[in-house]
């Protein structure tokens, strides 16, 4: 309890410091704390220090947490590759859903939402290195995509979401994620309305601050490594 406390303060220093340091607005910069594999009691620790949303990838793992905890105030957000056949159980535990990468999944996302909830909020996850195999929307695709999913009734479309391939190097870091806020930008100036740049790890978060992240998804550096 005490270091998910002691790793809690020290991530947001770090990302109030990268905000101060990079000329961004105090407090633009959201922590997702992503939970994946971690046990309930130390995310009831991470939600008694004032945390209070929470990544994660695997569906049944969060399910079995998200019922547990049953906690209104803790907002779920889906960041794994979401299978066509579990659509249904993502659009109906989760508040946001940040690998949206193919208009069929979006449109399946968006017919599981229950009449007079809310919107499922939704960022398309681009794969920004151009790695085969690996998801994500290609870039040539993604404004289509976007304009699509702007249609669609049960979702609110929020941004954009990557996951580079990990460089130690800063710079490295930070020219990726320039190139995504410049799609961001690109986006947004032809009408798209977005809010929302997710992206930066406990690795790299200050070089996506730096770039404009708008919320940095952190797990290692607050709940200690995965087996
Ligand atoms: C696991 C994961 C993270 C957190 O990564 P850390 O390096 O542990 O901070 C962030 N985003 C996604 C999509 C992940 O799968």
């Known amino acids: 309890m005490c270091t998910i406390k002691a790793r809690l303060d020290k991530v947001l220093t ?11 607005a105090p407090n633009s910069v959201k922590l997702l704390a992503v939970s994946k594999t971690k046990p309930l009691s130390e995310i009831q620790a991470a939600i008694n ?30 960041i794994g590759h979401v299978q066509s056949n579990k659509a249904r159980q993502v659009a109906e535990n989760f508040s946001w859903v940040h690998t949206v990468d193919s208009i069929k999944l979006a449109r399946r996302l968006s017919r599981f939402v229950a009449d007079g ?8 996850q681009i794969n920004i290195s151009n790695e085969k195999n690996k998801s994500g929307c290609n870039i040539e695709s993604a404004l289509e995509l976007a304009q699509e999913i702007e249609k669609l009734e049960n979702l609110n479309l929020r941004g954009l979401m990557a996951i580079p391939m990990p460089e130690t190097d800063f710079a ?24 929302t ?3 930066g790890m406990s690795a790299d978060l200050e070089a996506a601050i730096a770039e404009g992240a708008t919320i940095v998804r952190v797990g290692t550096d607050i709940f200690g490594p995965r087996s």
Not at 117 to 124: E, G, R, S, T
Not at 182 to 190: E, L, P, R, V
């Open 49 to 78: 220090c004032g945390q209070l949303e929470f990544g994660e990838n695997y569906l049944q793992d969060a399910l079995s947490k998200i019922k547990a905890l049953n906690h209104n105030k803790v907002k779920w957000h889906f």
């Open 14 to 24: 770090r990302i109030r410091q990268a905000e101060i340091q990079f000329e961004r």
């Open 197 to 199: 740049l997710s992206i």
């Open 117 to 124: 909830k809310p919107a499922l909020n939704v960022c398309i």
């Open 172 to 195: 490295a870091q930070r020219s990726v994620f320039r190139d995504l806020n410049s799609i961001y930008q690109d986006f947004k100036a032809k009408g798209i309305k977005l809010d």
